[in-house]
């Protein structure tokens, strides 16, 4: 079993920093894959980062690449998700999940376990 859980989520203007944290405990493996989700009123949930346990190797969706970075901490079970440059639409619930045997790394399909989320609110 596995349990993740979020933090860091606040209400930021525009332009505006946020880190977000999920820690994760249970039957964490190096080769297992943590990922970012976010989810809006109304819409599609969307993969928004990705990092690979054993090496460190990321992925971004389009739509945050060059604003936000994922990084972990493995001593600490923790990942990391730094974002900057914050818009209006990364308005969303921010989820955590962890996926074994991923084959599409930003795909909501390939994650086995999820955590309850944390709010990000951007002002405009």
């Known amino acids: 079993q596995v349990q993740l859980v979020e933090s860091g989520g606040d209400s930021v203007p525009a332009g505006g920093s946020l880190r977000l944290s999920c820690v994760a405990s249970?039957?964490?493996?190096?080769?297992?894959?943590i990922a970012w989700f976010r989810q809006a009123p109304g819409k599609e949930r969307e993969g928004v980062a990705v990092?690979?346990?054993?090496?460190?190797?990321?992925d971004y969706a389009d739509s945050v690449k060059g604003r936000f970075t994922i990084s972990q901490d493995n001593a600490k079970n923790t990942v990391y998700l730094q974002m900057n440059s914050l818009k209006p639409e990364d308005t969303a619930m921010y989820y955590c999940?962890?996926?074994?045997?991923?084959?599409?790394?930003?795909?909501?399909?390939?994650?086995?376990?999820w955590g309850q989320g944390t709010q990000v609110t951007v002002s405009s």
């Open positions: 990092i690979y346990r054993a090496n460190g190797n990321t």
């Open positions: 249970g039957y964490i493996y190096s080769t297992n894959y």
């Open positions: 999940a962890l996926g074994r045997g991923v084959r599409s790394k930003l795909s909501s399909t390939s994650y086995n376990y």
